[in-house]
């Protein structure tokens, strides 16, 4: 008996040995894989954080770009009304122009009449001087009016001296003549404009623009398609001046336009006057 249980006995060592081996090198594995897993998870935060912080760079990168968009646009808009003021600002003053122009015709009316006093005797008139700034001459406004405003009772009443001629206009008043509305409109579109015939006999009207030397001219043409009869108004360049190499491609071509769309011409090409 005591054979058989010294056997069991050793047998039951050998048993629990190899149960605790095998206990302990399941304890090893299970720590060698926690630690890969650890070092892997560490390894999965550290990539995340990078990831994060490059993401956070990002964001303040855009907010920057936003604010500088932002910035750039209140700029932007903040010019666009300040165009706009002096814009609305330069129309008023046009405005206060034109009345002005028109009660001068008016009273140029007024004096051009049988009952006005000019026209009753040189011992009715009242003399009136003018000193000039640059030159220290007198000049008698009675015979300006008289020679100048009214040396040819069949012009038109529109016809006076440029307002900003040069020269004596009283001696040279017919040189220096011009409708008084040509002036105002040359005044608005920065161009100086005459009238002249093309090759086949119609009439064109010439324009310069002095500062540059761009000068074209705009002509009438039958419209040729069928059941239309409108004149259009034709566009050919004569020369771009300075404006040979910053000139727009619709400056340099042959254009052809209803008369409804000449205000558009003209603002097209002061708004370009404008933006050099």
């Known amino acids: 008996m005591e054979a058989l249980y010294s056997k069991l006995y050793d047998k039951y060592t050998k048993l629990k040995v190899k149960k605790a081996s095998e206990i302990e090198q399941l304890s090893l594995d299970q720590e060698e894989k926690f ?13 995340l954080t990078n990831e994060k ?7 303040g990168e855009l907010r920057q770009e936003i604010a500088s968009i932002r910035s750039a646009k209140d700029e932007e808009q903040q010019k666009y009304e300040k165009m706009l003021r002096e814009e609305n600002e330069k129309n008023k003053q046009l405005s206060e122009e034109i009345k002005r122009l028109q009660r001068k015709e008016l009273d140029s009316s007024d004096i051009q009449s049988p009952r006005s006093p000019l026209s009753n005797g040189n011992s009715t008139k009242r003399k009136r001087i ?6 220290n001459e007198v000049v008698d406004k009675d015979n300006l009016i008289s020679g100048v405003f009214y040396n040819d009772a069949t012009q038109a009443k529109c016809c006076r001296p440029r307002l900003f001629g040069k020269g004596d206009a009283a001696s040279d008043s017919s040189s220096n003549c011009c409708c008084m509305f040509q002036e105002l409109v040359e005044c608005l579109v920065d161009l ?13 009207i010439t324009a310069v623009h002095e500062s540059s030397g761009y000068t074209f001219s705009l002509g009438w043409v039958k419209n040729n398609r069928p059941g239309e009869e409108e004149m259009m108004m034709i566009y050919r360049v004569s020369t771009l001046g300075t404006f040979e190499r910053v000139a727009p491609e619709w400056m340099r071509d042959v254009i052809l336009f209803s008369n409804s769309m000449l205000r558009t011409f003209f603002t097209r090409l002061s708004v370009y006057f404008q933006s050099l």
């Open 192 to 204: 100086k404009f005459s009238v002249g015939t093309s090759s086949d006999e119609t009439i064109q």
């Open 130 to 135: 003018t000193i000039h700034e640059n030159e």
């Open 35 to 47: 630690k890969t897993y650890v070092s892997a998870a560490d390894e999965l935060i550290g990539y």
């Open 53 to 59: 912080d490059t993401l956070h760079a990002q964001l």
